[in-house]
T-cell receptor, first 114, second 115 residues
Framework: DAMVIQNPRYQVTQFGKPVTLSCSQT?????MYWYQQKSSQAPKLLFH???????NEADTPDNFQSRRPNTSFCFLDIRSPGLGDAAMYLC?????????????FGPGTRLLVL | AQSVTQPDIHITVSEGASLELRCNYS??????LFWYVQSPGQGLQLLLK??????LVQGIKGFEAEFKRSQSSFNLRKPSVHWSDAAEYFC?????????????FGTGTKLQVIP
């Protein structure tokens, strides 16, 4: 089945130790998004790629970076995780970047920072 | 800027009872509206969406939602709740932001279903 896959499902890292979260998709969608969802809060968009074009949200900390080496894969890099970065990180895709497009979500990676 | 309000943080219903989850939005034009469901530890799954046309939208798992422009609302309903419906429900609005889609989510409503 076509889908959005996130690895790992759970990630434990140490304070200040760089960590990379992975997302892949078999939908061949042009757009890939990364959201941060803290406990009992709404998902918050960090950034998205339209093909190779990177679009950062204005309030996304510099500590968060992303790479999209090809259509199928997108990575979220947290350069120096702080305790406040512990959250669920959701990857989503959409066929196009139009505002009526449905976004398809992966199962998420839960990040714990010790 | 657009916003979404889900006034009920937590709702408890009995299995078999009807359900209505409230959602109000704020946006200058007609938005694109979505309802997503999130089971514990899982990602979000689309239940239904409204773009235009018939204001009563049918979705998966027996859910429906009604768009009411005059009330800026997009409430989610189900006539008979099943125990497997226990989850968190997010209302969202999609708008055009600099040529790209931006989806703003509400803070969610947690649904508990009791026997």
């Amino acid at each position: 089945d076509a889908m959005v896959i996130q690895n790992p499902r759970y990630q434990v890292t140490q304070f200040g130790k760089p960590v990379t979260l992975s997302c892949s998709q078999t939908l061949n969608h042009n757009v890939m998004y990364w959201y941060q969802q803290k406990s009992s809060q709404a998902p918050k968009l960090l950034f998205h790629y339209y093909d190779k074009d990177f679009n950062n949200e204005a309030d996304t900390p510099d500590n968060f970076q992303s790479r999209r080496p090809n259509t199928s894969f997108c990575f979220l890099d947290i350069r120096s995780p702080g305790l406040g970065d512990a959250a669920m990180y959701l990857c989503a895709t959409s066929r196009e970047a139009l505002y009526q497009e449905t976004q398809y979500f992966g199962p998420g990676t839960r990040l714990l920072v010790l | 800027a657009q916003s979404v309000t889900q006034p009920d943080i937590h709702i408890t219903v009995s299995e078999g009872a009807s359900l209505e989850l409230r959602c109000n939005y704020s946006y200058g034009a007609t938005p694109y509206l979505f309802w997503y469901v999130q089971s514990p530890g899982q990602g979000l799954q689309l239940l239904l969406k409204y773009f235009s046309g018939d204001t009563l939208v049918q979705g998966i798992k027996g859910f429906e939602a009604e768009f009411k422009r005059s009330q800026s609302s997009f409430n989610l309903r189900k006539p008979s709740v099943h125990w497997s419906d226990a989850a968190e429900y997010f209302c969202a609005v999609g708008v055009n932001s600099g040529g790209y889609q931006k989806v703003t989510f509400g803070t969610g409503t947690k649904l508990q279903v009791i026997p």
